[in-house]
């Protein structure tokens, strides 16, 4: 059982280039997220998808963007690297519900020299 | 806006202390509450969880009961031991933050044998 499975693991880019983190989920999950982890903070949700079809901004959207592909895809897109946006990023994945935990996959390191 | 409160970090106690992290939240409404834990170089794991007032979550020793009357949510062990280092983060999600998770900043801990 997969879960939530990112690609890729590492990823070292230069100023200005553009990349897309992929995330998928096995669990038949209606709602999705991305965040971003730096170096002691917490996490903080960069855009979520709470159905196919449907992204909402989170709480660090810029310079960010997303697509939901399907039900189980749900990529993020850097356009422009900055060094700011060095840092660990995670997606989750959950049922809708309050009581519904989210699933996160290992994350993605990146680096933006 | 709904928020959780953790005590600072590092807490730093030898194997077998009784450990206690701190959790308080603020929120309109009947939050679920959760503890996530995240391993070195790893993702996020759900620890335990409590979806109403006067629940008990509990998995691997730790346990955490949903105090409403106080607002908190303090995870509790026993006996630590060395495997136990890690960073804990409590999150609450609730309908009025549309079943987002909100977070703490994390509490990292640390285990000397």
Known sequence: ?113 | GDSVTQMEGPVTLSEEAFLTINCTYTATGYPSLFWYVQYPGEGLQLLLKATKADDKGSNKGFEATYRKETTSFHLEKGSVQVSDSAVYFCALSAGDSNYQLIWGAGTKLIIKP
């Open chain 1, 1 to 113: 059982n997969a879960g939530v499975t990112q690609t890729p693991k590492f990823q070292v880019l230069k100023t200005g280039q553009s990349m897309t983190l992929q995330c998928a989920q096995d669990m038949n999950h209606n709602s999705m997220y991305w965040y971003r982890q730096d170096p002691g903070m917490g996490l903080r949700l960069i855009y979520y998808s709470a159905s196919e079809g449907t992204t909402d901004k989170g709480e660090v959207p810029n310079g960010y963007n997303v697509s939901r592909l399907n039900k189980r895809e749900f990529s993020l897109r850097l356009e422009s690297a900055a060094p700011s946006q060095t840092s660990v990023y995670f997606c989750a994945s959950n049922l809708v519900g309050s009581n519904q935990p989210q699933h996160f996959g290992d994350g993605t390191r990146l680096s933006i020299l």
